[in-house]
């Protein structure tokens, strides 16, 4: 798992990264193949993110 040293960013990062690949799903003419390597590629990694973020807060392990 992800250790976050700045969790607040950590979380804002991955909400980037999700709402971005949303969004690229979304407004991508590509087929079902394309819009599941966004998937992949950019909403995977942000949830990690957000959760590592998350689970830093939650500890209070971070400076």
């Known amino acids: 798992m992800l250790k976050a040293k ?8 991955g ?3 999700v709402l971005f690949g949303i ?3 979304i407004f991508s003419p ?4 394309g819009k599941f390597i966004f998937a ?3 909403i995977v990694p942000g949830l990690l993110f957000i959760a590592a973020g998350l689970r830093a ?3 209070g392990d971070h400076s």
């Open 6 to 13: 700045k969790p607040k960013t950590a979380i804002a990062l």
């Open 15 to 17: 909400l980037f990264f």
């Open 23 to 25: 969004a690229e799903m």
């Open 30 to 33: 590509t087929n079902a193949a």
């Open 40 to 42: 992949v590629v950019l």
């Open 57 to 59: 807060l939650a500890r």
